[in-house]
């Protein structure tokens, strides 16, 4: 079974550029959660979407950040424009409601921000 | 509020040495779950270990065992007889009462395993 796949896994950019992340989920999984993570820290949960709705973006910064997930499977997540504060790692999860597992976050390898 | 505190940032010890990475929480809540993640330096986070709140048994994998105790709001991850492959950032997380998917990391313990 594929894990959960992100691209690109390592972005360099200027401030003020805009910067996207993609994230496909592991199959079947119906929530989808991006983190993101600090050098030295924990995650911390930026947005969690139950198939395509957004159920919980309450860390999301709305005025430069966005996110979608069309179709309840890829997500993307936008940054725009970038400032040097955005410079982190940043991870997506998905998770499924079924069997065993339920509620167990699988994690994909990130994306290394770095924002000169 | 739930937090999770992870009071060892950095621990070193000799290959084959025992090793126990600290975990205390806070939670209003009576129901809950604690988990412990395993970051390698690929970045991916890799699941160890679920517990509810519930459960207070100790369970043992292998190498691994954890201890939860309620009365001290504690989940601490013991590793015996370590490897260099078990060096690593290790997190602890707390999960919310009414939504099980939401979680709460802590800051992480980087185990350095010298062989």
């Known amino acids: 079974e594929a894990g959960v796949v992100q691209s690109p896994r390592y972005k360099i950019i200027e401030k003020k550029q805009p910067v996207a992340f993609w994230c496909n989920p592991i199959s079947g999984h119906n929530t989808l959660y991006w983190y993101r993570q600090n050098l030295g820290q924990g995650p911390e949960l930026l947005i969690r979407?139950?198939?395509?709705?957004?159920?919980?973006d309450s860390q999301l910064p709305k005025d430069r950040f966005s996110a979608e997930r069309l179709k309840g499977v890829d997500s993307t997540l936008k940054i725009q424009p970038a400032e040097l504060g955005d410079s982190a790692v940043y991870l997506c999860a998905s998770s499924s409601r079924d069997g065993s597992s339920y509620n167990e976050q699988f994690f994909g390898p990130g994306t290394r921000l770095t924002v000169l | 509020a739930q937090k999770v505190t992870q009071a060892q940032t950095e621990i070193s010890v000799v290959e084959k040495e025992d090793v126990t990475l600290d975990c205390v929480y806070e939670?209003?809540?009576?129901?809950?779950?604690l988990f412990w993640y395993k970051q390698p330096p690929s970045g991916e986070l890799v699941f160890l270990i679920r517990r509810n709140s519930f459960d207070e048994q100790n369970e043992i994998s292998g190498r691994y065992s954890w201890n939860f105790q309620k009365s001290t709001s504690s989940f601490n991850f013991t590793i015996t007889a370590s490897q260099v492959v078990d060096s690593a950032v290790y997190f602890c997380a707390l999960s919310d009462a009414y939504n099980f998917n939401k979680f709460y990391f802590g800051s992480g313990t980087k185990l350095n395993v010298k062989p």
């Open positions: 979407y139950e198939n395509e709705e957004a159920v919980d």
């Open positions: 939670t209003r809540d009576t129901t809950y779950y």
